[in-house]
């Protein structure tokens, strides 16, 4: 018998509930159901199953061991192996397909070098190589031996990460992680947060687009570039906007020899090798928030930022042609360009795991299991990510990282 309309939906209630299950959202589920089993009841609310327009589906996707900050170069670390890891840790979930692998291409980052920037780049290399990273820095004659491509000319020599970098498939994460989780007991719904019901100064529940309102001990925001939107919901604010990023896909008439890393220009544009064809993207010029519906291209860009800088770094870029665009939001941190990770200290039970900027999906492995942590076990187990405490944000005491892209 179909049920009257002015009937209420039938209310549940969750132990926890993640808004947003992209792969920050699914990674803290994955961790979730890897240390509580069946015990707990958690749903993950998506607003957009197909992903589309996530910043997780639009990444660009690399990783790399190149951080000023020792607790960066540890995230990263956990994450290399997670990604190595991955189709062993993925088996059980997909027992009569192949699990997945990631498509790690291993090519390194190379960070192009100023004269005056030596000196804080060789110290960099060397707590990267204290950490047990593999990073060398290159004089500029060696650097040109080693890739006769680049223009050293201006040059005072480049940061080359040659092991435990590169890119891999971001998709292929996320789709794991969300069938690990599923398989694991989590239920995923299609379906947006709209709204939350505080009480005592804590979320008691969560109203659903569909007017369904779902009660629940833990919330953890990992809406991404919409992060706000679910804070405003409990009074609260952090400095993260969706900040627009442009990715072009070109063909090159002169091919690029040998194992190509991932190129960190002088001017902030980076290029790497896709199959035959290449990968760029910079710091676009006017950078601020959008909004969250926009991403229009600006082709402009391409033509005048990105293609002059690559142009001048590697001369056999010449004549180039763009085969592919798009936009992505990077949900940005405007106080410090790095992650949120932790409990509201007065909304105690709202979790954030947002602002992770550009570098959000190479360090959720580390970040879903460090809220599962913070969640199940009262404290961090593994890495202590204390540093990215919601704390520093109302004391204006930036998280500082040299080496942020
Ligand atoms: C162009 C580009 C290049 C990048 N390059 C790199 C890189 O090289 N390396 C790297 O590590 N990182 C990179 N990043 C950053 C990385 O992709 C992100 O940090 C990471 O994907 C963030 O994941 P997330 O799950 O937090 O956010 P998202 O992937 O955006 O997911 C948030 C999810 O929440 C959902 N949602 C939002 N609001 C609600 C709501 N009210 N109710 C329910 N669901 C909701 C959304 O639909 C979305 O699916 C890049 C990002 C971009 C855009």
């Avoid at 920050?24 to 957009?48: H, M, N, P």
């Avoid at 969300?178 to 019901?197: M, P, T």
């Avoid at 990715?247 to 199959?275: H, K, Q």
Wanted: aromatic share 12%; with cysteine.
């Amino acid at each position: 018998m179909p049920i009257p309309a002015y009937k209420a939906p039938k209310s549940r209630a969750y132990d926890i509930v993640i808004a947003g299950g992209a792969v920050v959202g699914s990674s803290t589920a994955y961790w979730l159901s890897q240390k509580l089993g069946r015990e707990a009841s958690v749903l993950v609310v998506e607003r957009d199953s197909s992903y589309e327009f996530s910043s997780t589906a639009l990444s660009t996707s690399a990783i790399r061991q190149q951080y000023s900050n020792p607790i960066n170069v540890k995230i990263s670390q956990f994450g290399i192996e997670f990604i190595r890891d991955f189709p062993e840790r993925m088996a059980p979930f997909f027992r009569d397909e192949a699990a997945p692998d990631l498509g790690f291409r291993e090519h390194g980052y190379l960070y192009c070098v100023s004269p005056e920037g030596v000196d804080p780049a060789r110290e960099r290399v060397d707590l990267q190589r204290s950490l047990g990273a593999h990073t060398v820095f290159l004089e500029p004659g060696p650097l040109k031996e080693r890739f006769p491509w680049l223009n050293v000319d201006d040059l005072g020599g480049g940061a080359w990460g040659a092991r435990d970098e590169g890119w891999f498939d971001s998709m292929g994460m996320l789709n794991g992680l969300r069938r690990a989780a599923r398989c694991s007991g989590i239920e995923y719904i299609d379906n947006a947060v709209i709204g939350l019901g505080m009480q005592g100064g804590r979320v008691a529940s969560v109203r659903l687009a569909t007017g369904e309102e779902v009660a629940c001990g833990v919330l953890v925001n990992a809406a991404g570039p919409r992060a706000q939107q679910i804070c405003d919901m409990a009074g609260l604010s952090i400095p993260v906007a969706p900040f627009k990023r442009y990715s072009f896909v070109f063909a090159s008439c002169t091919p690029i020899p040998g194992r190509m890393p991932n190129v960190i220009d002088l001017s902030g544009t980076f290029v790497r090798p896709e199959g035959e064809l290449f990968l760029t993207g910079n710091t676009p010029l006017n950078d601020g928030p959008a909004d969250y519906d926009d991403f229009e291209i600006h082709h402009d860009e391409f033509d005048d930022r990105i293609w002059p800088a690559l142009w001048h770094r590697i001369p056999d870029f010449d004549a180039l042609r763009v085969k592919q665009c798009w936009t992505g939001h990077y949900e940005y941190n405007m106080l410090d360009h790095n992650g949120i990770v932790g409990f509201h200290p007065e909304v105690t039970n709202f979790m954030f795991a947002n602002g992770f900027s550009g570098h959000g999906l190479q360090q959720s492995p580390a970040v879903g299991r460090a809220v599962a942590e913070l969640i199940v076990d009262g404290g961090f187990q593994t890495l202590d990510l204390s540093a990215f405490r919601y704390e520093r944000i109302p004391l204006n005491e930036p998280f500082v990282e040299e080496a942020v892209i």
